[in-house]
């Protein structure tokens, strides 16, 4: 019984992070827009767009690959599976000791390594730029991001990220210098790795950011459908992961029962708008760089996770 | 019944003896499949009998003692736990490369130069693992190194090969003369050669400290460390591309055994700063190899440097074992021993795939250049998909077997931040980033690989003409993909089967994995960290097959082919696509300028000059320029000189003769 309804709980979030995920984007957008002064299209748009992607034509290129075919739903597999086990409204979900931090950032990798294969795959100039850029990009996030983990797990004493959450909505953390330096260079990789201004331009793919979307270029139809809802869940995982580690507030601890559940939830969901708010207000308000000051900038985080890591191996008060 | 190493002895004997035969045989019609099979049969025979010390149970080390070599000492070979790990990686990877030979050594043009070398070679590397005195371990080592020399000779006309032979040689010897010097050391002035009673005589810190550096040199120069490593890019592509796979899945393992042997056997109980000039030199050397093999454009030489990337992090591991063990801590120690174990394994299974990849796609291009080939995945479909295994494989993603190391070495450096050291406490956090930096950009470097050579259009006729290879080829390579695979998805047996080793040589183990829940690893605690590969694929392909039937359920289903996008200009000159050098070049610009003094030359005509745009790049390999072209240099310049000596008059030398004797008898009365 017990069993079945951790099936339960831990279905209903993979559910919940699929639904939620375009809601988020939308929401971003909107509120860029309403930033700008403009009307900006209804938060629900990402959904309708992904219907009417859903039911197009898929345009492929002559020499295409299966593996061409097979990396959207692949990525999109990879990604979901990274997004449903980090913590959204409750910790220690049924599955959640699958993968630890380190596997979820492995994971993301898996995703990037078959996209950037399928830039290359058409053999277009377009393809092999964005290709070649994302994996610069993640060359430095990833490191980036690993240190920022490996901070985490020595103040929590667990890669596990059920532990780290509830380690973190325990009193025991207080203020430390460590984690203030990783939830920078967390937002830092965030930005980069979901292809946000200032790294990206997610709402175009000429030649002012020819990275993620240059990548992309060629894909249409369904496919087209898969990769932008694994981006939009990608941008929830990320947004998501900072706040069950760092804004830990009233998630629901496990078998905790439906109540506390439904408090998690709502917590998450206002968690959800704030950062969102916040992305929307730092990309209006910032400047896309150039590609070659992105590593500065990355750069940067990798060696703030360095810095907030080696405090740790200093003392494990810091 | 014959003791485990009488057996392994017995199966040397029948390599030794398949070479000579292969002498005979080599320019027979059935010469390569006789000598193939027959190789594989003994190399699986010799796997089974590891195999079966390894798995079954504590038991005893068997030694045996052949009178042969030193007259007072014998030729000593034991089997332990170690030596039968080692056993296990040369030979699978042997019966691989041979059932991979079958299929591939049938376009060998000269088959005299390979086949008999080939199972000497493979019997060089069982002896080294089984050698239980320093002077048989250095004879059969430098038998090794001769025997794949020959190999690399393979082909001695090819451009390049030659000289290739000749630093490999150089270099051999160097690393050979620093383990004499090392087993010099370890012997003491009694000049006891057995390991036994090495290992039971105290060392001084400083002999220990000696050693460590000569071992570094020795071992190291032979399994690729930064900046001893020159020879390998050269050497590993020159020979045949199953002996490459030899040479870069194995013999690296073998000087990586010695390496273990020596320090963490011989030596005794680690001192700590052992254990920071190991990680030191690792992390180095992840960094720098996969860096080059992020310029590099040759696939061969391509797999070659980032042979040097695995090796760097699997000195890491040793190096975080080592400090680890120094300082006493049980548990971090077996985990960090066993994750280097691990990564000695999986990088024998999947450098030895994408060897035999690299070699298939020679055999039907004739191209090793990244820039002329291309589009493959529709020429080639299996090989492209065993090949795109591999490379996921080698970049630590998961559900594969690469992740897997990797995560247990990171479970490794959380551990350390107990380690008292300062030094440490400094160095650890620092060599984590550069193992972190070495897997992230070897994902980059082997998207390159895959996306240059497989995907894309044709870059020559060669690449648009290519038909898939033979089926025996294939085989070898399906089944080291499938055993890539299995060691993601079910790396708890792997861990227990490591554990012997790691009890022998530490004195401590990780816990028992195969009573974990849902086969899952935990390294230390629950609390601390868990993974579980085989779940992880499951719930890949469950959410994927759901996300593939919803699409098909409620998706259009029309699907056009046309010309491509390109945002309406699609080069039509498959030359335009992007290359292995312009793939690399973000990258080049990020780390290159700084490390390899990379600059971009742009040729620009004038506008209506009709002249085409060049672009040169230009590459410092500054380990070379700076260290190996002084040294070179100097000797060249003192031959010159010396050569003087050689026009003497007869008077003239003999007065040099007195010279020299007296001078030395002045140094011994002052001496002594």
């Not at chain 2, 998706?555 to 039509?572: E, N, T, V, Y």
Request: net charge positive; proline share 5%.
């Amino acid at each position: 019984m017990v069993v079945i309804s951790d099936i339960i709980v831990q279905g209903l979030q993979m559910l919940l992070v699929l639904l939620m995920a375009p809601l988020l984007t939308g929401f971003v957008r909107k509120i860029k827009a309403r930033l700008l002064r403009r009307q900006g299209a209804s938060m629900f748009q990402p959904y309708r767009d992904l219907l009417r992607l859903l039911r197009k034509e898929v345009v492929l290129a002559d020499n295409a690959s299966w593996l061409f075919r097979v990396t959207p739903y692949l990525t999109f597999a990879a990604i979901w599976v990274a997004a449903a086990l980090v913590p959204t409204f409750a910790t220690g979900l049924l599955f959640n000791w699958t993968a630890d931090l380190i596997a979820i950032v492995a994971l993301l990798g898996s995703a990037r390594f078959f996209l950037a294969l399928a830039g290359m795959d058409v053999g277009t100039s377009f393809g092999g730029i964005g290709s070649s850029r994302e994996v610069m990009i993640a060359a430095l996030a990833e490191p980036a991001m690993l240190l920022i983990v490996f901070c985490m797990a020595l103040v929590a004493g667990s890669t596990q990220l059920s532990t780290v959450a509830n380690f973190m909505a325990s009193s025991y953390v207080g203020l430390r210098v460590s984690l203030g330096m990783a939830i920078i260079a967390l937002i830092m990789v965030a930005l980069a790795e979901n292809a946000r201004i200032p790294v990206d331009n997610p709402a175009t793919h000429l030649e002012l950011t020819m990275v993620h979307e240059a990548m992309v270029l060629e894909y249409s139809g369904r496919h087209l459908a898969m990769i932008e809802f694994g981006a939009f869940l990608k941008l929830l995982l990320y947004v998501s992961l900072i706040a069950c580690v760092f804004l830990p507030w009233n998630i629901a601890l496990f078998g905790t029962g439906p109540l506390a559940y439904a408090v998690g939830a709502g917590a998450y969901i206002v968690k959800l708008a704030v950062a969102g708010f916040l992305l929307a207000l730092f990309e209006t308000a910032t400047a896309k760089m150039r590609v070659f000051r992105v590593p500065q900038f990355l750069g940067a985080a990798l060696m703030l996770g360095l810095l907030g890591t080696l405090l740790l191996f200093v003392s494990r008060s810091f | 019944m014959m003791s485990a190493v009488a057996l392994q002895m017995v199966g040397v004997a029948g390599l030794l003896g398949l070479s000579v035969l292969a002498i005979v045989l080599s320019r027979s019609k059935f010469g390569t499949a006789v000598i193939y099979s027959a190789t594989m049969v003994v190399c699986l025979a010799a796997l089974a009998n590891a195999l079966r010390w390894l798995l079954g149970g504590p038991a005893d080390a068997a030694g045996l003692i052949l009178p042969v070599g030193l007259p007072w000492l014998g030729a000593h070979f034991r089997m332990d736990a170690l030596a039968a790990f080692f056993l296990v990686v040369v030979n699978l990877g042997g019966a691989a490369a041979s059932l991979y030979g079958l299929g591939y050594g049938r376009h060998e043009h000269t088959p005299h130069r390979v086949l008999p070398f080939f199972p000497a070679f493979l019997a060089g590397m069982n002896l080294v693992v089984l050698a239980d005195d320093a002077f048989s371990y250095l004879l059969c080592w430098e038998f090794m190194s001769l025997a794949s020399w020959a190999l690399v000779m393979a082909h001695h006309r090819e451009a390049g090969n030659a000289k290739a032979g000749y630093i490999y040689l150089v270099m051999a010897s160097f690393g050979t003369l620093a383990l004499l010097l090392a087993f010099g050391l370890l012997a003491g002035p009694t000049g006891d050669y057995g390991f036994a009673a090495i290992r039971n005589t105290p060392h001084t810190p400083h002999v220990a400290a000696l050693v460590l550096i000569l071992m570094l040199l020795g071992a190291g120069s032979k399994a690729g460390l930064v900046p001893l490593h020159v020879w390998l890019p050269l050497a590993h592509p020159a020979a045949p591309s199953h002996v490459s796979a030899l040479m870069s899945g194995v013999m690296t393992k073998v000087a990586i055994y010695g390496f273990i042997r020596v320090v963490f056997d011989l030596l005794g109980q680690p001192s700590w700063p052992i254990s920071a000039v190991v990680l030191g030199i690792g992390g180095i050397t992840a960094v720098m190899g996969i860096l080059y093999a992020m310029m590099e454009s040759d696939l061969k030489r391509l797999l070659a440097y980032s042979t040097i990337e695995n090796v760097g992090i699997i000195f890491v591991s040793l190096g975080l074992a080592l400090a680890f063990q120094a300082n006493g801590q049980k548990l971090p120690a077996a985990l960090a021993f066993t994750a280097a174990l691990f990564h000695v394994l999986n990088h024998s299974f999947f450098k030895s795939l994408l060897f035999f990849g690299a070699g298939a796609v020679l055999t039907s291009t004739g191209e090793r250049d990244m820039d002329k080939l291309g589009g493959l995945i529709h020429r080639m479909p299996l090989t492209s998909f065993v090949m795109l295994i591999g490379c996921v494989a080698i970049s630590a993603l998961p559900p594969f077997n690469g992740f897997v190391s990797e995560w247990l070495m990171f479970q490794a450096v959380l551990q350390s931040p107990e380690l008292p050291q300062w030094a440490l406490k400094i160095m650890v956090p620092a060599v984590g980033a550069m193992l972190a930096l070495a897997a992230a950009l070897a994902a980059a470097c082997f998207v390159k690989v895959f996306g240059v050579t497989f995907l894309g259009r044709p870059r020559s006729p060669a690449a648009e003409t290519a038909v898939e290879v033979d089926r025996i080829s294939l085989a070898a390579m399906f089944i080291l993909a499938a055993l890539c695979l299995l060691a993601g998805i079910l790396p708890g047996p792997v861990m227990d089967a490591l554990s012997p080793v790691a009890v022998e040589i530490l004195g401590s183990r990780l816990p028992v994995q195969a009573h974990m829940p849902w086969l899952s690893i935990v390294p230390m605690s629950e609390s601390r960290g868990s993974y579980n590969g085989l779940l992880v694929m499951v719930f890949i392909a469950i959410c994927a097959s759901s996300a593939v039937y919803f699409i098909h359920r409620f998706a259009s289903h029309a699907l056009r082919r046309g010309p491509a996008w390109g945002c309406g200009f699609a080069d039509s000159v498959p030359a335009a696509q992007y290359s292995g050098g312009s793939f690399a070049q973000p990258i080049r610009r990020v780390f290159g300028t700084l490390l390899f003094h990379a600059r971009d030359h742009v040729d620009m005509p004038a506008p209506g000059d009709t002249r085409p745009a060049r672009l040169r790049i230009e590459l410092h390999d500054l380990v070379w320029e700076k260290l190996y072209q002084p040294i070179s240099g100097a000797v060249g310049f003192s031959a010159d000189r010396l050569n003087r000596l050689q026009f003497l008059t007869i008077r003239r030398y003999l007065s040099l003769v007195f010279a020299t004797l007296v001078t030395l008898l002045l140094v011994l009365a002052i001496w002594s």
